[in-house]
């Protein structure tokens, strides 16, 4: 029976090393929920790095490692210390990232960050070739791996493969200041099906491939070889079922079952009644616009006096890739921003920011969603952006407001919240101000339209909607060679 190879960056576990004994433990992430169904199928696979380097375990830690993936229908690809500095840290993070989301400024083209993704998209083949039998598929995960369907295709011409995005495609204009610009998109042709979150960001690619390759595009196919790769748009969901049913849950829950969060947050809804909580969850990114966020939130204290004491900006923001320079940077300045205003503004019975620099477990974000009025999010850009989604999904009460950035792909999907524009100051505060005075009745028709086109788009539907789409250029194939 033929399966299914999902490949990315990382696997859907954690693997921690404790003095010197494993830990394992599946990640709860979006993706790994999503294509549960898919890595289930059959004898399906899930090839990825473990989160540990070479470095770090010895011969028979390695074993170990092999071992208890495979318990989970993994396998891992080792990299070493090198590899994550350079691969990881360096090409990945400090040369795709920025430049895909219109950091040129942040953007390094290193040419030994670039030897190195080349070798460890190779490394990532071998792994997958070993795994690999006839009439298998493969799908191949995000920006760290744009060389990888290509050197899967050259050995395995007939495998079908499948290639998603997850972060933006940029416009031509950026990405041809790319210097292995070829390279990346020859890489990504490899596959038959490539998918992105937004159709702005399938067109820029096509873009690319136009004018850089000169390739023939007719529609949304690319004539490339003897092959037809096809190009589409799949915008990804939430495990909606799972968020709302947690939150029809929580709001059953005793005072004993409640969290230390919950309780810290029902003392603040019980002090003052018409003190509103305004929430933002991201990882700890430039893309993310948090400073943006903190000082639009100033902004707005200072422009509508009238809500000083009567709201309060809770900030999660969850460490990332702090081994990169702008990160440290950033988590330097959001520092610094949420001090100032704090102390600007800040009585004796009332902090404006709460902040919390952590990562926090499932139950304690549902604590946050379920509580909190508003939802601000201001990524300057953002290839989809999940949180909104999953905030809306949390309200079973259908109240909440959503302010949500156009920046962010899923504004594409979300046009019942109030959408701003990141670096307009003026009007994230008067959004803030709307929100905050929203009737009720307003609030639930919006997010009525907003819940049930997320229930009907779930994550496992995007999934599925891929797949279909992959099997069915199985036959474009056929279409050329009968011409
Ligand atoms: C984004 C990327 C993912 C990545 C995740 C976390 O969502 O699209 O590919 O896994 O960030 O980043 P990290 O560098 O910790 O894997």
Known sequence: MSKTIIVSNRLPLQVKLNENKLEITPSVGGLATGMKSVHKEGDGIWIGWSGLTEEELDESLSKKVDTAVAKENCAAVNLTQCDIDNFYYGFSNRTLWPLFHYFMEYTEFEKDFWESYKA?????AEVVLDNLEDGDNVWVHDYQLLLLPQLIKEKKPDTSIGFFLHIPFPSYEIFRTFPWREELLTGMLGADLIGFHTYDYERHFLSSIKRILRLDVKFNEVVYHDRIVKVDSFPMGIDYKKFHQASVS???????ERSELQKRLDDHIQSSVDTKLIL???RLDYTKGIPNRIRAFEYFLNKYPEFKEKVRL????VPSRSNVPQYQLLKKETDELVGRINGQF???SWTPIWYFYRSM???NLIDLYTSADVALITPVRDGMNLVAKEYVATRTKKDGVLILSEMAGASKEMNEALMINPNNFEQIADAIKQA???PVEEQIARNTILQKRLERYSVEKWAHEFMKSLDATKNLGQVIVSE
């Open 120 to 124: 460890v998209n190779q490394k990532f």
């Open 250 to 256: 929580h709001t059953k829950m005793n005072v004993k």
């Open 280 to 282: 933002s969850i991201d």
């Open 314 to 317: 809770i900030m999660l923001s």
């Open 346 to 348: 800040a009585t004796v």
């Open 361 to 363: 477990p499932f139950n």
């Open 436 to 438: 905050l005075e929203m």
